[in-house]
């Protein structure tokens, strides 16, 4: 059977306490989520019925600073998986240095049945919800699955008129006009592109000739698909929840895009060149660099054989399960982990926040400068642990991530 989002997750916080020798006392503590809300959110509906949706908003740790973390909505939602995701934003932040912890969360609703108005609505009710454990020094929503600007810009307007002034700072990744910051959007992909570049430097290879696979078209997966498509790599393949399209000569990742932009699936784009494919068939498509950039455990013990790539880049969180891990360790593929490779869109939530608290905006330039030597100083650290102690990238970069976490606990000692 395979393991629930959470249950990876504490499996993971074994693995890497095995390897650092930490207190059984921390082991325990780092297992546990510090609250954990969950609402319900009725919807009048536009057709005048009522809809009931339930939803989640989950602090893993705030011992380095308040929580950070995204807000997605998906009819597979559920508090398992928001507790995994909150706990890898503890880590994440972390690694990063990010004066931050964990949180995140999650409406179950499936977005594509409900118009703007209601989803309006349920955003305004939800945000009405938990607005007892979110705000600028407390915890900081995000983008996350499903969510984007404009859901961020509903969340700051229903937190602003219930404490009857404007409080940009209760969220990043909002419109730019309403305090949001430049190069956002296309931070997580930027950061992708980023550590790739580095990991290819460390493995001597040339990455404008690489070939790629990806799974996702979201704004992760879209944005590190035009970044490599304009460097000159064949994207052969690419995914949504529709399906996907594979060509061994190379995507038109533009056109693709202008596709998707518009609303449409995938699977509807025709070019009798391209090859219709499932999420699972691309999964082992021989290629460089493979990139999953959508969901949660994806790549598990029952696939992990079928993979053929040199580089895996988790542009999702969790899309490797520990049993797959190991796998493709003993394969010899270089799996850059979640925490590090997707780390580019927290980095620049937090330059929002810190935008935000002073009123103070940045340009694209020095936005884009100050992530890459955070998350380059990142890469370095994990990297060169992965090689003193002979372990994976993932066990080094929690290796540093947790250190830093126990250090805090140590500090702050537990209450009372
Ligand atoms: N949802 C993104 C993540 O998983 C961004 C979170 C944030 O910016 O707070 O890293």
Redesign the pocket.
């Known amino acids: 059977m395979e393991l629930s989002a959470f249950e990876v997750v504490k499996k993971q916080i074994d693995v890497v306490s095995e390897e650092m020798g930490l207190d059984p006392n921390l082991t325990k503590y780092l297992k546990r989520v510090e609250r954990a809300l969950i609402v319900t959110i009725p919807i009048k509906m536009d057709d005048g019925s009522l809809e009931i949706f339930e939803g989640y908003r989950v602090h893993h740790s705030t011992v380095r600073g308040p929580g950070?973390?995204?807000i997605r909505y998906s009819p597979e939602v559920n508090l398992d998986e928001v507790k995994a995701?909150a706990t890898w934003?503890t880590w994440?932040c972390s690694l990063l240095n990010l004066p931050l912890g964990g949180a995140k969360g999650g409406v179950c609703v499936d977005p594509r049945k409900l118009n703007k108005n209601e989803l309006e609505r349920l955003t305004r009710r939800y945000t009405s919800e938990i607005i007892n454990i979110i705000g600028p020094d407390i915890d900081?929503?995000?983008?996350?699955v499903n969510t984007n600007a404009q859901v961020m810009a509903w969340i700051m307007d229903t937190y602003s008129m219930n404490k009857g002034r404007s409080v940009p700072g209760v969220v990043?990744?909002k419109p730019i006009e309403i305090g949001g910051s430049v190069g956002r959007e296309p931070a997580?992909g930027m950061g992708l592109y980023f550590v790739l570049e580095a990991m290819c430097e460390k493995l001597n290879l040339e990455m404008n000739s690489h070939t790629i696979v990806i799974q996702g078209f979201g704004n992760v997966g879209g944005t590190i698909a035009d970044l490599l498509y304009k460097e000159g790599c064949k994207v052969m393949a690419v995914s949504d929840i529709s399906g996907g399209l594979y060509y061994f000569e190379g995507l038109e990742i533009d056109k693709l895009l202008e596709w998707t932009k518009e609303g449409n699936d995938l699977k509807d784009y025709k070019d009798e060149r391209y090859e219709l494919i499932t999420n699972d068939e691309l999964l082992s498509i021989e290629c460089n660099v493979l990139i999953p950039a959508a969901l949660e455990n994806q790549i598990t013990r029952k696939n992990a054989n079928s993979i053929k790539c040199e580089i895996i880049l988790e542009g999702a969180?969790g899309p490797v399960t520990p049993e797959a891990d190991k796998i493709l360790f003993d394969k010899g593929i270089h799996v850059v982990p979640d925490i590090l490779a997707?780390?580019g869109?927290?980095c620049v939530?937090y330059f929002e926040y810190v935008q935000d608290i002073r009123a103070y905006f940045w340009e694209l330039d020095r936005i884009n400068k100050e992530l890459k030597k955070i998350i380059l100083s990142a890469f370095e650290e994990v990297y060169k642990v992965s090689r003193e102690r002979n372990i994976s990238l993932r066990t080094a970069a929690y290796i540093i991530a947790v250190s830093r976490i126990a250090k805090a606990i140590e500090w702050r000692g537990i209450f009372p």
């Open positions: 950070k973390g995204g995701l934003m994440k900081i929503p995000a983008p996350d990043t990744g997580t969180n997707n780390g869109g927290v939530s």
